[in-house]
C-alpha cells in the first residue's frame, strides 16, 4: 500500500516562499509520476505541477510558472514543492499524489494515490 504524507505548509505573507515535502511509502518511489494539486474553499481541485518518473520533465500549472519549482528526491522517496513570490491567491490546501503510469496527467482524476493535504495561507 503507497502512503503519502505532506508537510511544509502554513503561514505566509506575500511574496514569500515555502517548500512543501510529500514523502512516499510503500511500492518503488522512483516509479511513480508525482504531482502537486491544490483545493481553495468553495473551488475544484486543481492541478499545479508534476514531474515524470523516469528523466524528471517538469510540467507546470500557467498560474505558477515561474515562481514554483516541483523536484524529486528518488534515494529519499520524496517530492518537493519550492513555492516563491507567493501570492494571496495561492491560499489552498495543497495534495501530492501518484501515478502508476508513465504518461504525466494533469486531472486529478488519472492519479492513484493521494496525500492528506497541507494547508498554505498568504497573507496580503
Known amino acids: 500500500q503507497v502512503q503519502l504524507v505532506e508537510s511544509g505548509g502554513g503561514l505566509v505573507q506575500a511574496g514569500g516562499s515555502l517548500r512543501l515535502s510529500c514523502a512516499v511509502s510503500g511500492r518503488t518511489f522512483s516509479s511513480y509520476t508525482m504531482g502537486w494539486f491544490r483545493q481553495a474553499p468553495g473551488k475544484e481541485r486543481e492541478f499545479v505541477a508534476a514531474?515524470?518518473?523516469?528523466?524528471?520533465?517538469?510540467y507546470y500549472a500557467d498560474s505558477v510558472k515561474g515562481r514554483f519549482t516541483i523536484s524529486r528526491d528518488n534515494a529519499k522517496n520524496t517530492v518537493y514543492l519550492q513555492m516563491n513570490s507567493l501570492k494571496p491567491e495561492d491560499t489552498a490546501v495543497y495534495y501530492c499524489?501518484?501515478?502508476?503510469?508513465?504518461?504525466?496527467?494533469?486531472?486529478?482524476?488519472?492519479?492513484?494515490?493521494w496525500g492528506q493535504g497541507t494547508q498554505v495561507t498568504v497573507s496580503a
Open positions: 499524489a501518484a501515478d502508476s503510469r508513465l504518461r504525466v496527467a494533469r486531472a486529478a482524476s488519472a492519479y492513484d494515490y
Open positions: 514531474i515524470s518518473r523516469s528523466i524528471g520533465l517538469t
